[in-house]
C-alpha cells in the first residue's frame, strides 16, 4: 500500500433518519476524487416510537449496517473520519446507549449535530456542485426526520432553518395505516405550512436567484417528473401538481407505480411530496434543480477545513467573545496557564490536539457568563455555551465546552458528566483539571501570581510540585489549592501538592 496516498484518504458518515450514507474520497491536487460511496436504507426514523424508543429488529438492522461500514473506514486515519448523526439520534430516548453501540459498530466516534449544524453542512455540500456561482441560492434538503433550508451566497449561507419534519415523520404521522387519501395529503401539507409560517416572509424578502434540491427526495420526485414528461429537468409546480394527481390515484402506499419511482423510496414518498408542495408554495419556488450532493459532501470539505486551519468553531467562539465582551488580558492569562497544565500530562494520558483545541476555546469562554451576572457567573457560561448556535460545533462538543466553564471553579457534581459518552469521560477529567487549576492559579488577574510548576498525571493520581518561596506570599491561592484536593475527587482525580525549595531548571 502507498502510505502517503492513503493518509490523504478521507472519509463521512452520515446517519440519516431514512438512510445511511458513506463516502470515501482521496485528495488529488488539493481536490477529492471519489473512490466510494455506499447507501443503505435502514429507516432508523420508522422505527422510533412517539416516547422515543427504537424497534429491536430496526436497531438491529442499523448496526448490521454499521459494521459493513466500519470494515470500509478500516485503516483510514482516525483524523480524517468524521461520522454524524441527525434528526432521529437528537430524538432517542437513551440515546447514551444505543450511541456506544454504534461507535463499536462503525470503530468511529459519532457526533450527534443540531438541526441548525445540519443545515449549514448540507448548504456546505451543495455549495460544491455551485462552486464559483456568488448568487443567491436556496438550498432545501428533506432527510427522513427533519427538511433544512437555507439561503446563501458563495459558501456563506444568510439564513438557515431546519424544521422538525422529514418524509419518515410525515409518512408515519398522516399514512401510518398505509392509505392514501385527499384528506391526510391536505392534513399532511397544512402541518407542513403551518411549521413554515414563522419563515416564509423572512425567507421570500431574502430572496434568491437559483433554488437547490438535495437529497433522496428530490431526486426521486424530479425522476418521476421527467420520466412521465411533465418537466425536462429539477421539479416545477407545475410537476409536482400532476405528481400529486397521479399520487392520488392510488388507495395505499404498497399500490404505487409511478415511472421513476424506486421501491427503495417508495414507502415514504407520499410523505416527502407533502413536504415538497408545502414548500414550493409557502416559498413561492417556480424551479427547483436537484443537487447530487448533500450532507456527506459538507462533511468532507468541513473536515477539511478543520484540518487546514480553516475552522467554523473558531469563528463562533471570537463571535461569543465579542458578543459578550471578554477580557481579553484575563483570557489569554487563564488560556497560556491552562495550556501549560495541559502540555505536561497530554501525552502519557492519550489526549491529542482535539482535546487541546477544546480547552482552548473553554479559556476563551470561560467568562462570558459575567455580562450576565457576577454571581455564579460560570453557571451563565455554561448555560450560553451549551444553548447558543454555535456553527461547526456538534452537541457533544458544545455539552463538553458547557462542562469546562460551567464547573471551572466550586463544586463539581457527581454527574457533572452524564450527558457525554463514556469515551469522552478520561479526556473531560484532565481537561476540567486544567481548568480549574489554571482559574486558581489566575484569579488575581495578576501575571507575576501566576508560580512555575510542575504537573504529573499517572492513573487518578495528580502531583502538583510548587515552590515553598511562592506558597508564603500567595495564602488565598494555597486556600483554594486545599479546596481542589476535595473537588477533584468527584472527576475520579487524586490531587497531592508538594512544596519543594529547590528550582525548577
Not at 195 to 200: A, M, R, S, V, W
Not at 336 to 350: G, I, Y
Not at 353 to 361: G, I, K, N
Not at 475 to 491: K, N, R, S, V
Request: charged share 25%.
Amino acid at each position: 500500500m502507498n502510505t502517503d496516498l492513503h493518509l490523504e484518504t478521507y472519509a463521512a458518515v452520515d446517519l440519516g433518519s431514512n438512510s445511511f450514507h458513506m463516502l470515501v474520497a482521496r485528495r488529488e491536487h488539493g481536490e477529492l476524487r471519489v473512490l466510494d460511496r455506499i447507501r443503505e436504507m435502514v429507516r432508523l426514523g420508522g422505527g422510533l416510537d412517539k416516547d422515543g424508543n427504537l424497534d429491536p429488529e430496526v436497531r438491529q438492522r442499523a448496526l448490521a449496517c454499521l459494521s459493513r461500514f466500519g470494515q470500509r473506514l478500516r485503516g483510514i486515519p482516525a483524523n480524517n473520519l468524521r461520522a454524524v448523526g441527525t434528526q432521529t439520534f437528537r430524538r432517542l430516548k437513551n440515546a447514551d446507549e444505543f450511541l456506544l453501540e454504534v461507535e463499536n459498530a462503525l470503530e468511529c466516534p459519532v457526533d450527534i449535530i443540531a438541526g441548525r449544524e445540519e443545515a449549514r453542512l448540507v448548504y456546505l455540500g451543495v455549495s460544491q456542485w455551485v462552486a464559483g456561482e456568488r448568487q443567491k441560492k436556496l438550498v432545501m434538503d428533506v432527510g427522513g426526520g427533519s427538511t433544512e433550508l437555507v439561503i446563501g451566497e458563495g459558501v456563506d449561507p444568510i439564513e438557515m432553518e431546519s424544521m422538525q419534519f422529514g418524509c419518515v415523520s410525515v409518512t408515519n404521522r398522516f399514512f401510518g395505516n398505509g392509505e392514501i387519501t385527499t384528506k391526510s395529503l391536505r392534513l399532511a401539507q397544512r402541518a407542513v405550512a403551518a411549521e413554515l409560517q414563522e419563515l416564509q416572509s423572512v425567507y421570500r424578502k431574502t430572496g434568491w436567484q437559483t433554488a437547490i434540491g438535495s437529497s433522496g427526495t428530490f431526486r426521486s420526485a424530479s425522476a418521476m417528473c421527467v420520466a412521465n414528461g411533465w418537466c425536462t429537468k429539477g421539479v416545477t409546480p407545475k410537476a409536482l401538481k400532476k405528481l400529486k394527481q397521479k399520487a392520488l390515484t392510488f388507495k395505499t402506499i404498497e399500490d404505487i407505480d409511478i415511472d421513476g419511482l424506486s421501491e427503495r423510496r417508495k414507502p415514504v414518498f407520499i410523505g416527502g411530496l407533502a413536504i415538497l408542495l408545502a414548500c414550493f408554495k409557502a416559498l413561492a419556488i417556480k424551479e427547483m434543480l436537484v443537487s447530487p450532493y448533500a450532507l456527506r459532501e459538507g462533511l468532507l470539505q468541513d473536515l477539511l477545513g478543520r484540518l487546514e486551519h480553516r475552522d467554523p468553531r473558531d469563528k463562533a467562539v471570537k463571535a461569543l467573545m465579542t458578543r459578550f465582551a471578554v477580557d481579553p488580558a484575563q483570557v489569554a492569562r487563564v488560556q497560556r496557564t491552562a495550556l501549560n497544565l495541559f502540555d505536561c500530562v497530554s501525552e502519557k494520558n492519550a489526549l491529542d490536539e482535539s482535546h487541546r483545541v477544546m480547552l482552548c476555546w473553554a479559556t476563551e469562554l470561560h467568562e462570558i457568563g459575567l455580562s450576565l451576572s457576577h454571581e455564579s457567573y460560570q453557571r451563565h457560561s455554561a448555560y450560553l455555551v451549551e444553548a447558543s448556535d454555535m456553527s461547526g460545533f456538534s452537541r457533544q462538543e458544545q455539552l463538553f465546552l458547557a462542562v469546562l466553564v460551567g464547573f471551572q471553579r466550586r463544586d463539581i457534581p457527581a454527574d457533572y458528566a452524564a450527558n457525554l459518552p463514556g469515551r469522552l469521560h478520561r479526556a473531560l477529567a484532565i481537561t476540567l483539571m486544567c481548568m480549574r487549576l489554571s482559574w486558581v492559579f489566575c484569579r488575581t488577574r495578576e501575571d507575576d501570581a501566576i508560580p512555575d510548576f510542575k504537573l504529573r498525571l499517572k492513573g487518578s493520581r495528580v502531583r502538583l510540585v510548587l515552590s515553598d518561596n511562592w506558597r508564603e506570599n500567595h495564602p488565598l491561592t494555597i486556600a483554594d489549592l486545599e479546596y481542589e484536593i476535595q473537588a477533584l475527587q468527584m472527576a475520579g482525580l487524586q490531587l497531592e501538592i508538594e512544596y519543594t525549595s529547590h528550582g525548577f531548571n
